[in-house]
C-alpha cells in the first residue's frame, strides 16, 4: 500500500510541475491544483496510513489514526480552494486586460 | 497617577479630532486644545510628587515572557519634556487655527499633530525602552504626516520622504543598540539600565552598541552629517516646523542622550563621538545659516547649529556641562518655537519667505517685529535674554579641557559659532524688519489676527523672565530635570546675570562683537556662497545615493526577474530538485526503512489506476481544456476516496464538497478564456519539463516511500486524550480545529475572507465576452435552465440545507463542521443559480454577501474574546450537557459558536467569487439575449 501511494502522489506531484511549466494560465492553474492535492496527501500520509480508525473517540476503542495532519489538510484543502479561485480570477483579469492568456502576458508560443 | 492615560489621551485625542472637524472646520482646533489641556491637567497633580524627588513608575504587565512590560516613568527630566511638548502644543494648536486658510483640511491637520503629541508624550514618559523605540518610531511616522500635510507639492512629499527615510533608519540603528542595551543589563526597564553604568561602560559590546544608539539620536536630532533632512523638512506648514524643530521631534534625539547620561557617557568614545559631532554639527550649521535666503531655512539651520550645541555639552560629560545641556533645551524650546511662529507671520502677512525681497517691514507690522527681536536676541545670547544664560554656561564648559594640548580647540569653535550665531540672528532681525524697503511683495502686509500674535507674546514673555529672574523662574524645574538626567546629586552652580569677568564673558563679548561685523560684511561672503550654491549641501549627495540606489536595485531585480513565469518557475523547481536530491544522496541509509507495510487490496488498486490514468490524460490532454476539466475532477474524486480510505473521513467530506465548488468555478471561468491552448511549436523545450516533471515526481515518490516505512512519533495523544474532557467533543479533527489550534482556524478563516473581498475587487469592472459555440463550432444550448432540473434543484434545496445543518451541528462528535457544512450549504446554493439562474436566485437571497463574511468573522472573534469576561484566554472555549425534551441530551459548546462563523465566513466566500463570476456571465449573456429576444419578434 505505501509503494502504492508513493506512485499516486508521484503522479500527482510530475503532472502538476509539468503543467505549472506551461505556457497558458489555465493549464498553470490545473498544475497548481495537483501540486495542492499531492501537497494536501503528503501531509495527511505523514500520519503513516491508518485504515479504519477515523480519530473519533468511541468507547472501548484505543488506537486511532493520527488527528492533527487530518486537522492541517481540512483547513489547507478550503485554502487551496481559495488560492486557485484568486489565481484564476488574476488569469481572466489578465486575459481582459492583455488580450490574451500567455502566463507572461506576451502573446507568442 | 495614571501616566498610561497622559500619553493615550492625545492618540485618542487625534481621532476625536478628526471626527469633530465634520461638523465644522474649526472644531476640531479647538478640541485639540481640549484633549491637549486634559492632558496637561491629568499631569498636573504629579508634579509635586516629582519636585519632591520622586520617580513615579506605572506598570502594566504586556509580554511577561520577553520581559516587556507596558511601563510609565515620571521624573523631572520626563516632567520638564512632557510640560515642553504639551505647553508648546497648546501654543502651536492656537497659532495653527489661524495659520492654516480656508482650504487646508484642519481636521487632518489636528489630528495629526495629537497624533504626534502623544507619540513624543510616550518617548518622555517610558519607561521600557522598548516602548520608547515604538513611541520614537511613531514619531517618525507621524512627522511624516505631518511635514507631507500639504500633499499635493511635491517638496513636501520628498522632504517628508528624507525625513522619513533617515529618521526611520536611525530608529532601526537604535532598535539594534536597544537591543544590546537590554542583553548587557538584562532588563529593558531605565531604572535598572540607568543603575547599571558600571556594567554597561566594561561591557565588550559597548562600542557597537553606543554607536547604533548615537546614530538614532544623531539622526533624530539632525546631527553632521544626518543633518540634511531637516531643512527640507521646512516644507511643512510653518506651525508643524515651530513644533518640530523647537520642542519636540528633534529634541527627541538630545532627550535620549540625556536620558541614558548615566548609562552611557563618562568614557573616551562618548566624548569623541558625541562632543566631536556636536562641535561639528555646532559650528557647520550656524555657519550655513548665515547664507540661507529662506527665512525658515535660517531658522532650520540655526536649530541644527543649537541642537549640536546642546549635543557637544552632553559630550564634555561634566555634570555642570549636562546642567547646562538642559538649561538649553528649555531656552532654545522657548526662542525657537517663537521665532517660527514669527517666521510664519511674516510668511503670511506677505506671501514670500525670501530675505532678499523681506526688507524694511518694521513699517507695516512694529509689533511682530519687537516681538521677533526679544526672541532673535535670545538666540543670538544677548544678556537679559535667556539663552545669554545657558549659552555663557556653555562657554564656560568649553574651558573643562583647556589644559589639554587641543584644548583651545573647544572655546574657539564656541565662539566661532556664537559669531554666525549673532550674525544671523543679527541678519533675520536688521534684514526683514529694516534694511530699506520690500521688494515686489506679493501682498502688502500689516499686523496678523489678535490671536496669532498670542502664543508668541507668552513665549517671548518666557524668554525675559527666565532671562531676568532665572532663579525664581526656570531654577525648581531645572534642578529637578538635571537631577533626574544625572541620577546624582547636582553640582553648584548659579544662574545669575553677571559672575565677573570670567573668560565666558569675553568669548560672549567677542561673539557679539564679531556677530555685527560678520553680519555688516556680508555682502562678499553671501556672493561667494551663492556661487558655491548648494554642492556644499548633503542633499546633492543624498539625491544621489537614492538615485544609485533606486538604479542598481532595479537592475539586480531584473537580473532575478527576467519577466517570465516559466523561467522563474523552472529554476524554483530545479532548485528544489537539487536540494532533495542532495538529502538523498548525502543521507542516511538505505531508501526502504524497516516500518511494517499494509498489504494491497483490489480496490485500492484500482482506485490508485484510474487516479493515475486520469492525472496523466489530464496533463497529457491539457490543450483540449474542457476535457482536461472533467478528468481533473475525476483525480480530485479520486482523492476523496483515498481520505475516506485512509481513516480520514472529514477530510473526504471536505475535498468532495470543495472538489464541486473547483470544478464549477474552473467551468465559469474557461467560458471566458480560449477553448483550446495553441499547440506548443517547441518539442525540445516539451521534452526539457517532462524530463523536470517525471524527476519531481519521482523524487516525491521516493521522499514518501522512505517516511512511509519509518516509524515515527506523534503528538496526538495529547489530542485524542483530551478532546473529550477538554474539548467536550468526541471528533478530535473537529475539536483540534475549533477548540485546541482554534487561533489557527481563524487566521485560515481570515484568508479565506480575504481572498474572497479581493477577488470581489478584481471582478469589479471586468469586461469580458464569452463565445457562443463550443471548440468544435457548435452553438451552446439555449435552453440554460431546463425546467426539470429546475425544478429538482429547488425541491433539494431545503433537504440540503438540513444536511448542511445537521452536518454543522454534529461535527463536533461526529464527522462534520463548519467548513464541511459551510462548503455543503454553497454547493447547494450554487446548484440554484445554475438551474434557476442568477436573476431568478438573486431575487431571493441576501444582497450584499460580503457584509456576511464580516459577521462571520465577528462571530469568530467575538466567541474568543467572550472568554475574556470569565478571565480565560483568548478562544478558550467551555462546553455543558443540556437534555432537551424530546431531543434528549444535547451538548452546547462555545466552540460551536467558533464554527458556525467559520461556516458563515465559508458560505458567503464560496458564494462571493462564484457568484460574482457568474454575473460577470449574465452581463455578458443579456445583449445576448435582448438581441435574440427582438429577432423573434420580427
Redesign the interface.
Known sequence: ???????????????G??????????????GL??LS??A???L???????????????EGVTD?????P??L???A??????????V??????A??AMGN?H??GKHK? | MNLLLISLTPFMGAIFAAAISRLGRLHSAWAAVVVALLALLLLLPLIPDVFAGQTLIQRISWIPMFGLDVAFRLDGLALLFALLILGIGILIIVYARYYLSERDDMGRFYAYLLLFMGSMLGIALSENIIQLLIFWELTSLSSFLLISYWQNRQESRSGARMALAVTGAGGLALLGGFLILGDIVGSYDLSVILASGDTIRSDPLYRPMLILVLLGAFTKSAQFPFHFWLPNAMAAPTPVSAYLHSATMVKAGVFLLARLFPALSGTTEWFLLVGMTGLATLVIAAYFALFKHDLKGLLAYSTISHLGLITLLFGIGTPLAAVAGVFHIINHAIFKASLFMAAGIIDHETGTRDMRRLRGLWMYMPYTASLAMVAAASMAGVPLFNGFLSKEMFFSETLFYIEESWGWLLPAAATMAGVFAVAYSLRFIHNVFFNGVPVNLPKTPHEPPRWMKVPIEVLVALCLLVGIFPAVTVEPILAVAANSMLQAPLPEYDLAIWHGFNPAVWMSMIALAGGVTVYFMRAPLLHLQDKLGERLEFKTAYNYFLEKLFHYTTQITHWLNPNSLQRMVFVFIIFILALGASGFFGGVGSLTGPYELLPVDGVSLLVAMVIIIAAIATAYMHQQRFVALILIGAVGLGVALIFIKFSAPDLALTQLSVEVVTIVLLLLALYFLPQQSPTESNKLRQIRDLVVAVAAGCGVGALIWAVLTRPYETIADYFLANSVTGGGGTNVVNVILVDFRGYDTLGEITVLALAGLGIYAMLDHLHLTGTSQDANGRPWDRDMHPVVMASFTRLLLPLALLVAMFILLRGHNLPGGGFIAGLITAVTLVMQYLANGVTWTQSRLPANIHSIIGYGLLIAVVTGLASWLFQYPFLTSTFRHIHWPLIGEFELASAMVFDLGVYLVVVSATLLILINLGLVHSMTLLPKSKKHSRKWKH
Open positions: 500500500m505505501e509503494a502504492l501511494i508513493s506512485i499516486v502522489l508521484g503522479t500527482l506531484t510530475a503532472c510541475v509539468y503543467l505549472i511549466l506551461r505556457f497558458h494560465t489555465f493549464p498553470v492553474v490545473l491544483t495537483f492535492y499531492a494536501n496527501l503528503f495527511l500520509v505523514m500520519g503513516r496510513l491508518t485504515i479504519g480508525k477515523p480519530p473519533v473517540i468511541t486511532y489514526a493520527d488527528p492533527l487530518q486537522a489538510v481540512l483547513t484543502i478550503v485554502i487551496s480552494f481559495a488560492m486557485t479561485a484568486f484564476i480570477m488574476l488569469s481572466l483579469k486575459y481582459a492568456d502566463v507572461d508560443l
